[in-house]
């Protein structure tokens, strides 16, 4: 991971807006056309063989950060770059043989997954799509060593089996095998265990730590500290569209600079019962993403909050107090 | 003394439609006291649902029940409906993890507790509404907001309402099954704290159904683990973590991540719990057992106490007094 290779994914400031509907009586009596401020200047970068973690409450913009740069919805500005090519503006044509080499992963298997294909024609079905392997033959030694690298060994135990024959686990080793088929160089997790018994979480989790070792970048979305503390190489905290601290995962986790990231840190239940300490709980919830507060966007939930803060929106800069040259947050306090 | 709440042996059965029968919960005994706080935990399927549907008398008509359930030492579950029902919302209250699947969507959440507090003959017209209003603020919502429908409150809102609702009418014992399940970290917290609060302020006893260990650790004194419809290993949170003696539990923990402890080796549990619709041989977690030995494979283990304040069901409590593993 030396920074002078090429990142296989670097997003720049950027921004996805979802328009409110109007309705006629609000389009006659010619009322503002509100957005959605899902995404709201997103900058990120994600090595080979590297875990980013993007965190964050429901409603932050994480998911839709991961679609944007996917580009199953389109940004509003900002760019998007991946093996160094700027994919920003890339029509449906010229996406294709891109999308190989970016696949994502969703969150329930139970929901992913076609009930009625068997696993061989689950995993076999995106080489067919991107008209990969020219014999049935290759596609079906291509779909064995798909379900191999995805823990399902040996294949052949789970070619013939339909999804409501498998686990939890298994199924979602299943959707991992049927986006590995492609060979892609980006994976995109969107809560890949948050489904899952807690007894196969770590089975999944490693696995994917395997696929990085061997040169997968992985973006993987969470609202779990604690996994994306352990299983992460960086972390970025994401708050109303914007990311708000990011940093090398240790580092953001013992070092954090940024209230809100304190805040989560402190309300992460721990195993230890004698661990039990008072949270920081932050009061009221999330503002909606239409009307953005002016400034920094977390100060009506900020404890530390100052005046200057009302008016000053802070960008992703080094903090004072931290050790790490790759650790950033957004705090005109940090 | 008599135990506030006391469940004594209690199976439940489901038909199925081929003829078989799963059984669901084999032989399940906890019990509160007034402010405890119990959580039961265990995987997706182990019971743990239906052992507190069994004791709000909530089961569907598919299901059978046996064993008792005490409430201050009178049983509820021998009687059926007629001898639950005077009980139920009244003594025992539960919330469910969808919060807005508890509420009426076309009524406010206001009314639908004054419809609550006036069925059980707690109070009338505007006297019920006074205490709704009071409910509502003791919960954290503003009383100002009982003309708010379910959809126009975020989810954790919704779960406060619904548990406004589970005490109006005064309940000893609150039953709360994943009630953060949905939620996010910081929700969670706050719904949490609530939980916390109306223990120590009102003495409400609580069984915490959840999947999630640390949310016990933080927030229960007791814990009961199940594992393929039977507890498996019962005692104070603290030594069910310091010093488990079932395999499971100590597995459990360990394929649990922990914030600060990112060193550690997270491992999951190889296989998948056993199937309850065929008669189980030997202890049911043996297959996925790290330390499994000669009597796993033929004799199930019941649950005995290890100490004054633990139980396991582990074979290996027999063969020494230390900690299996």
């Not at chain 2, 005490?167 to 706050?190: F, G, W, Y």
């Not at chain 2, 996925?288 to 009597?295: I, L, N, T, V, Y």
Request: glycine share 8%.
């Amino acid at each position: 991971m030396s920074a002078q290779t090429t990142p296989l994914l670097e997003v720049d400031d950027l921004v996805v807006h979802y328009p409110v509907p109007r309705g006629l009586i609000g389009l006659l009596r010619r009322r503002p056309q509100l957005a959605v401020h899902a995404v709201d200047g997103v900058t990120l970068a994600l090595q080979p063989g590297e875990l980013v973690a993007l965190v964050g409450e429901s409603g932050c913009g994480k998911t839709t950060t991961a679609q944007a740069v996917l580009r199953l919805v389109d940004p509003v500005s900002g760019s998007i770059r991946f093996q160094g090519d700027d994919i920003t503006e890339l029509g449906m044509r010229a996406l294709r043989p891109l999308r190989r080499r970016m696949q994502i992963v969703y969150q329930d298997p139970y929901e992913s997954l076609d009930p009625r294909l068997r696993v061989q024609a689950t995993v076999e079905e995106p080489l067919l799509i991107h008209g990969i392997g020219r014999s049935r033959a290759e596609r079906a030694s291509l779909v064995r060593n798909a379900l191999a690298r995805a823990g399902l060994s040996p294949p052949e135990l789970f070619l013939e089996r339909f999804p409501h024959q498998l686990s939890g686990g298994q199924r979602q080793r299943v959707a991992i095998a049927a986006a590995l088929v492609l060979d892609p160089q980006l994976l995109v997790a969107d809560e890949p265990v948050s489904m899952l018994d807690v007894s196969v979480r770590a089975g999944v989790l490693r696995l994917l730590e395997e696929l990085k070792a061997s040169g997968l970048g992985i973006l993987m979305i969470t609202h779990d500290l604690s996994t994306a503390a352990r299983f992460a190489d960086r972390i970025a905290v994401m708050y109303l569209g914007r990311i708000v601290e990011e940093g090398p995962a240790g580092e953001v986790v013992r070092n954090p600079q940024h209230p809100y990231t304190k805040a989560l840190l402190s309300v992460v239940p721990r195993r230890d019962p004698r661990m039990r300490r008072r949270p920081q709980i932050l009061r009221g919830e999330t503002p909606d993403a239409v009307r953005i507060p002016s400034g920094c966007r977390f100060h009506p939930r900020c404890p530390i909050a100052i005046d200057v803060c009302t008016t000053e929106d802070p960008s992703l800069r080094r903090p004072d107090a931290t050790q790490s040259p790759r650790h950033r947050a957004a705090c005109l306090l940090a | 003394m008599t135990a506030l709440l006391e469940v004594e042996d209690l199976h439940v059965w489901f038909d199925l439609q081929d003829g078989g029968e799963l059984h669901a919960v084999q032989g399940v005994s906890v019990g509160v006291e007034p402010g405890e706080r119990l959580g039961l935990v265990g995987e997706s399927g182990c019971g743990k649902t239906t052992t507190v549907l069994a004791l709000m008398g909530l089961l569907p008509p598919s299901a059978s029940a046996s064993g008792r359930v005490l409430l201050e030492g009178k049983d509820v579950l021998a009687g059926g409906e007629a001898s639950m029902r005077p009980h139920r919302w009244t003594d025992v209250a539960i919330i469910f993890q969808g919060a807005m699947n508890a509420l009426n969507p076309v009524q406010t959440i206001g009314s639908q507790i004054v419809e609550a507090i006036e069925l059980h003959g707690r109070a009338r017209r505007t006297a019920a509404r006074v205490q709704t209003g009071e409910l509502l603020e003791s919960v954290g919502i503003p009383a100002a907001r009982a003309d708010r429908f379910p959809h126009e409150l975020s989810g954790g809102m919704r779960q406060r309402a619904a548990i406004a609702m589970a005490l109006s009418c005064h309940p000893k014992v609150l039953i709360a099954d994943e009630p953060t399940t949905a939620l996010d970290v910081m929700v969670q917290a706050q719904i949490l704290e609530l939980l916390d609060s109306l223990c120590r302020d009102f003495g409400l006893a609580l069984i915490l159904v959840t999947h999630d260990l640390p949310v016990v650790a933080q927030l229960c004194d007791h814990g009961a683990v199940m594992y393929a419809g039977e507890i498996v290993e019962r005692g104070l949170v603290d030594t069910l973590y310091h010093a488990p003696r079932h395999p499971y539990t100590r597995l459990l923990f360990a394929a649990t991540p922990d914030l600060g402890q990112e060193a550690e080796e997270i491992v999951s549990i190889p296989g998948a719990p056993p199937r309850l619709d065929r008669p189980l041989v030997g202890c049911p977690f043996r297959p996925r057992c790290d330390s499994a030995f000669g009597p796993c494979a033929t004799a199930r283990p019941l649950l005995r106490s290890v100490s004054d304040v633990q139980s396991a069901a582990c074979h290996l409590n027999d063969l020494h007094s230390g900690a299996p593993g």
